[in-house]
């Protein structure tokens, strides 16, 4: 290539980046308000791309139940990305409110302070409740002296500056060996729900405890310890029936032990560790069609999805609630109930 052609071949790069500069120069003098502001990320602001992924994450309990969806969706549509996490479901609202993430799992109600935020900046979401759980107290199979155990000797046992160390301070009927506790980390919505039904105060409980954000691995912890006790979803007990045992709970004096079932935790007997779970959805995520798909995907096959989880489908009622608030949103049809 001679000296002459090689510019020649240049000059329609030249002009192409004159009018790309042009273009960029005209977008900065006006532009989209708050957009323009904050660098033109619409995330921020709630904008979507339509080729954007789906972002799920929260609650290490839901997690299951998306994740099933997750992979049921990608057979029927393998053209839209669904990613899910499962950093707990305060980590799950805190990544929505910096607008990381398009779905929050959640094992609790969302605070206050948390719809506060996410109307502030314009960021609102709509609820579904997509399963029940009962938060399953468990023991090691090897443990043949704990039959039951009262909420009062649960308080007992987790509250902050507890006095008890060994089986026995909580019956002395009991082993004198020390107990070893294993529980959520406190970015966990079941170790939120846990502490307020139990202990009487949320994120409340003793600072002796072999916390992770990962249930497998408190499964691990109480199954491999002879002397364990712990804490998490109903269905990470099921997954795991064969190397633990479920503590049946006694709510008060005058109520007999129940053991958590999928007909206990739906008439909620199983008391007071019975609770819903839900998926935060942000409005403009359905939007895209690729949020609308996986939404909807979602919620037409909730009873499915939840019965594979391992926990208890949500009613007739709740599903008809669940459509009726889908037909808000429009982006197409509300699922059949």
Known sequence: MDVMT????????????VVLAFASALAGCGGDGD????????????????????????????????????????????KVEVVVGNSGTGGGFT????GEIDIVDASRLAKAEEEAKSKEQGIPWVRFLVAYDGITVVINPKNDFVKE?????????????SKVKTWKD??????????????????????????EAIVGKAKSQRKDVQASPDDNILVRGVSGDPDGIGYFGFAYFKANASTLRAVP???????PAVEPSFETILAKSYAPLSRPLFIYVKKAAYRRPGG???????????????????YVPPTAEDIKANKETLGTLGGGEAPAA
């Not at 839901?62 to 969806?69: G, H, L, N, P, Y």
């Open 170 to 195: 909580l019956d002395p009927s009991w082993p004198d060996r020390e107990v070893k506790l294993y529980s959520p980390d406190d970015k966990s919505g079941t170790f939120e729900f846990f502490t």
């Open 292 to 310: 609308a798909a996986f939404v909807k995907f979602y919620l037409e096959n909730v009873s499915d999805l939840a019965t594979k989880a391992k």
């Open 95 to 98: 990544k929505y409110l910096q």
């Open 249 to 255: 709970i006694k709510k008060d004096k005058d109520t």
């Open 35 to 78: 957009d323009a502001k904050l660098g033109g990320n619409p995330a921020s602001k709630g904008g979507e791309s339509d080729s954007s992924p789906v972002v799920v994450d929260g609650s290490s309990t839901v997690f299951r139940i998306s994740k099933a969806a997750q992979e049921g969706f990608a057979q029927v549509d393998d």
């Open 6 to 17: 090689s510019q020649r071949d240049r000059r329609p790069n030249i002009a192409r980046i």
């Open 149 to 161: 155990l009262s909420a009062e000797q649960l308080k007992k046992l987790w509250e902050p500056d």
